[in-house]
């Protein structure tokens, strides 16, 4: 069983809605959660990331993390075609006294879910 | 600006030829990574620096090695190609202090195609 589990898709979405995407995972040491966007062949770019648990915000794009269900979540509002990407969770842990382990350190990514918004 | 880059973008290779891909960044970050990213698995930890002379291995290091001599610079060797190592490979890098609650944002190159036949 993979450590991070996300549903590939592909998904797609008329303009303006609201699309949700999710990954859960099993590796109760993850500490850092992050969303990632990936153009067509481009190299992948953060699109935010949450520390434990909450929500954060930024602008369009709302992260959610519960740490209780071992569950994440991305939501975009009023979608536009240039939202068009490959969304990857990643996943971190931050491990003290390890000496060079910080949350910069290995990733643990999702499989990533392909969306498609439709004009 | 500071940037990662990757070369070559692109590269055909034979069976059982060696393949070096290359990775610079100017950002002088002590952390490097590389990373395959394939239909089904996403991105997977190849290698990994936490500094010069520092190297580890990741998740799918069977096949592959990396040097790191200088704090620029990461090359990925494929020691032997294999079809099963056809592939996109990304190379990231982040800065390396330790800092509670705040994620040392990984930065990815544009990525190499790489084609064995």
């Known amino acids: 069983q993979k450590e991070v589990e996300q549903d590939p898709g592909p998904l797609s979405v008329p303009e303006g809605a609201i699309v949700s995407l999710n990954c859960t995972y099993s590796?109760?040491?993850?500490?850092?959660f992050m969303w990632y966007r990936q153009y067509s062949r481009k190299g992948p770019e953060l699109l935010m990331y949450?520390?434990?648990?909450g929500n954060k915000e930024d602008g369009r794009f709302t992260a959610q993390v519960d740490k209780s269900s071992k569950y994440i979540s991305l939501f975009i509002r009023d979608s536009q075609p240039s939202d068009s990407a490959t969304y990857l969770c990643?996943?971190?842990?931050?491990?003290?006294?390890?000496?060079?382990?910080?949350?910069?350190?290995?990733?643990?990514f999702g499989e990533g879910t392909q969306l498609t918004v439709n004009p | 600006d500071a940037e990662i880059t990757q070369s070559p973008r692109h590269k055909i290779t034979e069976t059982g030829r060696q393949v070096t891909l290359a990775c610079h960044q100017t950002?002088?970050?002590?952390?490097m990574f590389w990373y395959r990213q394939d239909l089904g698995h996403g991105l997977r930890l190849i290698h990994y620096?936490?500094?010069?002379?520092?190297?580890n291995k990741g998740e799918v290091s069977d096949g592959y090695s990396v040097s790191r001599s200088n704090t620029e610079d990461l090359p990925l060797t494929l020691e032997s190609a294999a079809s099963s190592q056809t592939s996109v490979y990304f190379c990231?890098?982040?800065?390396?202090?330790?800092?509670?609650?705040?994620?040392?944002?990984?930065?990815f190159g544009p990525g190499t195609r790489l084609t064995v036949l």
């Open positions: 990231a890098s982040s800065e390396s202090t330790a800092s509670g609650g705040t994620y040392n944002e990984q930065f």
């Open positions: 590796n109760s040491a993850f500490q850092y």
């Open positions: 949450t520390y434990s648990s």
């Open positions: 990643a996943m971190s842990a931050f491990l003290l006294g390890s000496g060079r382990e910080t949350s910069g350190s290995r990733l643990t």
């Open positions: 950002w002088n970050h002590n952390n």
């Open positions: 620096s936490y500094g010069v002379q520092d190297t």
